[in-house]
C-alpha cells in the first residue's frame, strides 16, 4: 500500500518539509515523526493480534482477495443471473408458496376521533 507515492514524489514532500521547518526545528520534528509512525505501527500490529484473538485460527483462512468489492463488475453479476437456470422447487417449497388466501387490505381512514399511529421518536 504506497498509496501512490512514489521516491520522487517522498523526496519532493522531504524537501519542502526542509524548507517549511527550518534546519533549526526539523531534529526535533523527525523525532516527531518517527515517534508517530512507531504508535501508528504498534496499533496496527495491536489491531491484528486483537482480531485474531477474537476471529481465532478461522481468520489465516479467509481468502480477503475474494472480498475485495474492486472484483465486482454489476454487469457480470446480472448476466450470471440472468442465464442461470432456475431451480425447481422441492415438495416443502411448493406447498409454501400455496398458502391460503389472504383477505384484501381495507385502507384505513383517519379523522379527528381516529388518529393514526404516532411515533414521538422519529420526529
Known sequence: MTFGL??????????????IIGPE??????????RWVRKAGEYVRDTKSKMRQE???ELDDVDWRKLDPRQYDPRRIIRDALMEEPK?????????????PVAPRVPQVFNAENRPPYDPEST
Open 6 to 19: 512514489t521516491f520522487e514524489k517522498l523526496l519532493l514532500i522531504g524537501l519542502i518539509a526542509v524548507l
Open 25 to 34: 526545528r526539523l531534529p526535533r520534528a523527525a523525532e516527531g515523526f518517527s
Open 55 to 57: 476471529m481465532g485460527p
Open 88 to 100: 425447481p422447487a422441492t415438495p416443502t417449497q411448493a406447498r409454501a408458496t400455496i398458502a391460503e
